[in-house]
């Protein structure tokens, strides 16, 4: 009989870590994520789609937060140094400073200092919660965290004030425990320096790597930005040039205004970018609160509810609006103080304090709130809130609703069914990209597209279609999967050629983004055609395939019939990727795709009937195609 008590364990503090790791340090998988990264080309942090570990950053940022602390507590450190090696996967971090770690005996635990609290799971120095402390330090773990998932962790502390030096090393995940070493020193100045090689197949990676060194390089930025204006701060020999908040803004925003302004424990830059999707950069202590938290919404709330009741409704008392649509079109950046702080976990992604226990208040002064409510954002917001008022109006007009139902994201258009409703825009978009085009359409060609063109609703079509990754209709496909590596680049390849020829003077980059766009369509075409739920031609509509497209169809589905679409369709994709490709390249950039609003529209079939003249339509649904391809300029 087995005894039933066995299935119990108990593990060290150690193999705790080492067994639940995403309690204390996160994800130690390679994710796929947007992050903000520092490009070394532009000089300058950009926002980008990069594959990194979250435990990896994670123990790197537990070492740089104490060199930050470090800072904030002795009024003599003035130089922290950062490198990241890529040769030797090592990371070290230096910081110097009078008054660091003692080289000395504690009289409780008769052990040395440096010993105990880089080599023993909860000491810390930030357990009297009486005190007020503004470090980012809390729990006891950090640095020991940064030895647990390293194969080797040096330290070395120069100790002025008691003439000793420090040197002692962690191996195994700091199972194996060297002797330390301590000898004379004679320098005027103390230091403390952490050393230490990440156990990367823990991370399921090989070496450090250009995402993880630009992203950390992003942190060192952090750390020159949010840190008080004496601390130099190195990566790899390179000095930072930040040395305040206001420079480290313009890493983000260098041409944009910022209207800013900072206290003693507060300091706060808001830019007015219309559509910026609520974006906002904040610190606690130094720390990186990526997801926000209660300073965030402390800050934000005063801001816009400032902005809402002393400008906006000023200029229109019988406005109404959430504060979400002003919220909408302002970027935050906040460096905040907090006393005491406290985390939603280890992670310290998302500060939890409670405004009452911040230690300090903030008020948007009138200075920053007059400089705002100038930028154009209240009249924005208005013509916001006036429109949404106006969709919420009862559509009637006596002509028959056409409503979709049952795709993500869908939102009816500002007086759609209205008597209104010809001046509607059709805004078709592929994925969750961020790009959009607009195509602009009546309603009767809007109720055409929806009835007769697609002939099903998209929630049947979803349930047919099986695409892989389960991401939608429109999801994306590995091309390859179905046709083989060799074939695919041959076909990208060619792809890309005509695409080069049609449009010369877009960047290659955006030709390439386009080319496997195409591939990845085609693939998920194909995959409808082949399971029965679409036939070629209808297949070709829905996933918006230019003759390209069409022509890779074809070949993924051996199918040898006339799929009735104008001989001089679209090049390319015909729903994305048609205007600017390049919006940030200035106003007077060139326009490598072709224009929407300028190109003259082909002649639609009157009243969109059922198909008579076969030169003109081919169906009722295919002549609202051709509207819509014709618009787009051949």
Known sequence: ?????????????????????????????????????????????????????????????????????????????????????????????????????????????????????????????????????????????????????????DVEIGDHNNGKKFKQTWNDNMSTIGKPKVTKYSKNTSYVQVKFYPDLKKFGIDSLDNDHYNLFYRRAIDLAGTSSGKIKVYFNGKKIDCNNFKKYISYYYSKETVYYEETDRWKVGCIYIPDSNNKVVSFVNGISTYKGGTHCNYVIDNTIK?????????????????????????????????????????????????????????????????????????EQVIKLAMFKENSQLKKSDGKKQVRLRGIVKLEDANKAGSKDSKKCTLILTESNKKETREITASEEVYKDIMENTFNMNYQDTARKIELEDKKGLFGKFDFTKDVGEETAEKTYLETLSDLKDKFPDTPIEDLRIEAKDQLERAAEAAKSVKAGALSVADAAKLFGLGTTGLGLLIKLTDEQQDVGLERDMTQGNVLTNLLDASPNKGADAPTPWPSISNAPPKPPCNDLPAASDPKNCINAGEASLNLLLGSLGS
């Open 1 to 153: 009989m087995t005894n039933r008590a066995s299935k119990y364990d108990k593990k060290t503090p150690r193999e705790h870590v080492l067994t639940r790791p995403d309690t204390y340090i996160g994800d130690i998988e390679l994710s796929t994520e947007e992050m903000d990264i520092y490009d070394n080309n532009e000089n300058k942090i950009i926002s980008k789609e990069i594959k990194y570990v979250p435990g990896l950053f994670k123990i790197f940022d537990e070492i740089i937060v104490n060199a930050r602390d470090a800072s904030e507590n002795d009024s003599t450190c003035d130089t922290i140094k950062i490198d990241y090696n890529k040769e030797e996967n090592y990371i070290s971090v230096y910081n110097n400073g009078q008054s660091g770690i003692p080289v000395e005996e504690h009289p409780e635990h008769k052990t040395l200092v440096p010993s105990m609290i880089f080599g023993e799971l909860l000491t810390s120095s930030n357990y009297n919660d009486k005190e007020e402390r503004t470090t980012g330090g809390r729990n006891g773990y950090g640095s020991k965290l940064t030895n647990i998932f390293s194969t080797q962790f």
């Open 306 to 378: 400032n902005l809402i009741n002393n400008f906006i409704k000023k200029k229109n008392k019988d406005i109404k609006l959430s504060p979400t649509i002003v919220k909408e079109n302002i970027v935050f950046f906040i460096n905040s103080v907090i006393i005491n702080p406290a985390f939603s976990s280890q992670s310290k992604h998302t500060l939890t304090t409670k405004v009452n226990k911040f230690g300090s208040k903030y008020e948007p002064s009138n200075v920053l709130m007059k400089k705002l409510a100038k930028c154009g954002i209240v």
